[in-house]
């Protein structure tokens, strides 16, 4: 009975140790996240920099050290679409995408309906709602990836040089550099314009030559770029609102442990805040910096933005309609409807 009692302690004892052992182990366990964007590391000028080290500096406090953030910016791993495939193969950990997110995932067109978000306000409410969740579940469910929040590219707004546009009307036989996606490009048909796809890097030597009349942009990137150096005119009509992705490995995501996915979870929420706030301030401030330019800065009354969602709106939910589940449109029309009745 002694010698019973003696194994049973000792077994007892043994299982102890070992449970101990394994969560120190645990605790010891070094994890890296490679996050990877395509834009400047200039962070008095870049919102992804901005929210690369905020996420970085808070998995680092809030994880002890575990996690080890290595962020590759400017394009380092390749352009938006080059980096998303890698967090797909489980290459990279995270990245942070927007336009090509629809190679992967059409149903990330939904969010660029015209003249969609009326306030930022409303477009927090949603991003961060019941419907971003079940978005960013569905993303999951389809794509093998995950979405930790919704960021901020902006609205994006028309430049000119001609003549301020202020109405559809203005826009007729215009060439409007756009970028090359059909959304867009639809878009663009429906008021009249020319949409004219440039290559991003080709665009202010276009705007210059007279190849395109005018562009559209998110200031940040109006400025930033110099565009205030051959278009005089910028309409502040907000006609599409862009949203960055977070998304992560799912490799990466379930090999961490319950705690450390929570630091991961938070971070990416806190680090999605603080990017749609610095953007935010880099649009005032962009605001600004184009006045001193001397660009003539139009904002639309009520009734001329009716006019632009009446052009727009119904085209691109018509051609939405053969790439998306109609289900997701509707559902998001309702959402924001809502939101703006909350406050």
């Not at 394009?75 to 938006?80: F, H, N, P, Q, V």
């Not at 409303?122 to 093998?144: E, I, P």
């Not at 930790?148 to 001609?162: A, D, I, Q």
């Not at 449109?329 to 909350?342: F, G, M, N, P, S």
């Amino acid at each position: 009975m002694k010698q019973s009692k003696k194994l049973v302690s000792t077994l007892v004892t043994a299982a102890v140790l070992l449970s101990v052992g394994a969560a120190t182990q645990a605790a010891d366990k070094k994890f890296v996240l490679k996050l990877a964007h395509s834009d400047s590391v200039d962070m008095a000028m870049s919102r992804k920099a901005v929210m690369s080290d905020f996420f970085a500096k808070e998995i680092k406090a809030k994880s002890n050290g575990q996690i080890e953030v290595q962020v590759f910016g400017a394009g380092a791993l390749g352009g938006e679409r080059d980096l998303v495939e890698g967090v797909k193969n489980g290459f990279i950990q995270a990245g942070l995408a927007s336009g090509p997110m629809a190679t992967f995932y059409p149903n990330a067109m939904v969010t660029d309906i015209p003249y969609l978000f009326a306030s930022e306000a409303v477009a927090d409410r949603v991003m961060d709602g019941a419907f971003g969740q079940k978005l960013s579940a569905d993303f999951n469910a389809v794509t093998g990836m995950h979405n930790l929040c919704f960021g901020e590219v902006g609205y994006r707004h028309f430049t000119s040089n001609k003549a301020p546009i202020r109405s559809p009307a203005d826009l007729t036989g215009l060439k409007i550099r756009v970028m090359e996606t059909p959304l867009y490009v639809t878009e663009m048909k429906s008021l009249g314009a020319q949409p004219t796809p440039v290559a991003w890097p080709e665009t202010y030597t276009a705007l210059q030559t007279g190849v395109v009349d005018g562009h559209e942009n998110v200031v940040p990137s109006i400025v930033s770029a110099k565009i205030y150096e051959v278009q005089k005119h910028v309409t502040l009509d907000g006609h599409n609102y862009g949203v960055d992705w977070f998304v992560i490995s799912d490799k990466f995501y379930k090999s961490l442990p319950p705690d450390l996915l929570k630091v991961v979870q938070d971070a990416g929420k806190h680090a999605c805040a603080e990017e749609r706030r610095v953007n935010r301030v880099f649009t005032a401030d962009g605001i600004k910096t184009l006045k001193e330019k001397g660009v003539t800065i139009y904002t639309p009354n009520a009734g001329e933005l009716a006019q632009f969602k009446k052009a727009t709106q119904q085209p691109v939910i018509d051609w939405l309609k053969t790439k998306v589940d109609q289900k997701w449109i509707d559902e998001l029309l309702v959402t924001v409807k809502d939101a703006e009745t909350k406050k």
